[in-house]
């Protein structure tokens, strides 16, 4: 944003529609900490080569069944704070608890196993391009089992492949099922691996701005479908979006990052597009 002629705390004010609610960090921060946390980030920073720092003393915690959106501008450090929740980034300091256990010291099977309790959905989906539908969504079943058996769609056992196909019923693609992921849309491929996070049975879903590489209309679809099944789950969600619109539509909660620090922590229903893109774009 050019020329700026108001401070940080006044345009995260204007954001604001409701203004008897003039405190939105405090008041989220007190909601969520109300109820059980399935995520509580404390003091977390992420420094890249001894002297760039990404993030800076974030700290946040999300209660049970709560959708959360991430937004900032490119580069504010999103995706690597959603990576840092999960460590598939290691933070460079900072404490973290998934589903009521710390996190942050875990390792080896321990971490696998606290991991595989989240889903995790991709930009890019992170399919097997030449394995159909159906073996992809039953690779979710590989957090909970493992062998030869969770490989192939034509080797599972008859309860997990009949669970595959019922996710991906759920998703409106079970008439694709045994058609290769690298000849659907990107708008299936994302159906898909939204399936086969489900199949995980996960207490918790993340997910890295998962409509960003569709087009307005798959997205739209996408993130309706993505947000009813979580919903019907009564899953915990926080999910990295650069679409304003869809923050403010499918989240309850409204997380913002500038500059690598946490500025912006508000129910989103306080919250108007106009303020938001001043500062957002």
Known sequence: MNNLAFTTAEVFADCLENTAVNAPFETARAVATAAVADIEVTGLTKTFGGSVQVLRDIHFSIPSGQAVALIGHNGSGKSTLLRCCLRLIEPSAGTINLLNRPFSNLSGKALRNLRSQVGFIFQRHNLVPRLSALTNVLHGVQARKKGPFTWFHWMAAQKDREEAMLQLER??????????????????SQRVAIARALMQQPKMVMADE????LDPVAGEEVMQLF???IKEEGLTLLFVSHNL?????YADRVIGLRGGKLELDAPASTLNLASLRKIYG
């Open 210 to 213: 998962p409509a960003a590489s």
């Open 245 to 249: 619109e869809h923050a403010l539509r």
């Open 171 to 188: 998703v409106g693609l079970a008439h694709l099922a045994l058609r290769r992921v690298n000849q659907l849309s990107g708008g299936e």
């Open 227 to 229: 947000l009813r099944c």
